[in-house]
């Protein structure tokens, strides 16, 4: 069974501080992706990974892929109260026309004013 | 252009009924996925279907059932509903490859009383 782990499951902050948010498996995946979702609505997906050791920037959030396709880390510089949500990592699981998501539990963060 | 569209948003039925969940995906896309989100915990996979055939089944019981149209939209059917069957249910769209980044729809909020 592919399983992901997050870590911390909750974290609140003041604004202006450094976070980071880890999934970790002892599986591979074939690609990695990180979704924000808010109260009441569907995950809204941030980046997706593919390549071991590869690095993303998507303004004040760095995401990185693990060398081995099997973990994944989520950093946010200078936090702000609308980073404010549940941050969910996905493993992509499958080939072909053939694929599912496993999603890890989840982390949910809030920003201070 | 429109993104996953999901009906209805909220829903309350009563134990013992049967619900049925509609999807359109983002236009282009031919795979939609199901998820069930109980309230704290990630999203768990139900059904991927792709190009009108079942590609993929998750743990679930057989009272849950979905198909694709020939237009790509889908629908989910879960029969003799359970409390437990409360969660908010998530369509995803992809383009079709295993393993794909996903597009969520907002989700409808299934209440079993």
């Known amino acids: 069974t592919q399983l992901l782990e997050q870590s911390p499951q909750f974290l609140s902050i003041q604004e202006g501080e450094n976070l980071t948010v880890y999934c970790n498996s002892s599986s591979v995946f074939s690609s990695l992706q990180w979704y924000r979702q808010e109260p009441g609505e569907g995950p809204v997906l941030l980046v997706t990974v593919v390549t071991g050791g590869e690095v993303k920037k998507l303004k004040r959030l760095t995401f990185q892929f693990g060398d081995a396709r099997k973990d994944s880390s989520l950093h946010i510089t200078a936090a702000q109260p609308g980073d404010t949500g549940l941050y969910l990592c996905a493993g992509g699981v499958g080939s072909g026309n053939t694929g599912k998501l496993i999603f890890g539990q989840g982390t949910t963060l809030q920003v201070k004013p | 252009d429109a993104g996953v569209t999901q009906s209805p948003t909220h829903l309350i039925k009563t134990r013992g009924q049967h619900v049925t969940l509609r999807c359109s995906p983002i236009?282009?896309?031919?795979?939609v996925s199901w998820y069930q989100q109980v309230l704290g915990q990630g999203p768990q996979f139900i059904f991927q279907?792709?190009?009108?055939?079942?590609?993929g089944r998750g743990n679930f019981p057989d009272r849950f059932s979905a198909r694709q149209f020939p237009n790509y939209s889908s629908e989910l059917n879960v029969n003799a509903l359970l409390l437990g069957d409360s969660a908010l249910y998530l369509c995803?769209?992809?383009f079709g490859q295993g393993g794909a980044e996903a597009f969520f729809g907002q989700g409808t909020r299934l209440t079993v009383v």
């Open positions: 995803a769209s992809s």
């Open positions: 279907y792709y190009e009108k055939e079942e590609r």
């Open positions: 236009s282009g896309h031919k795979s």
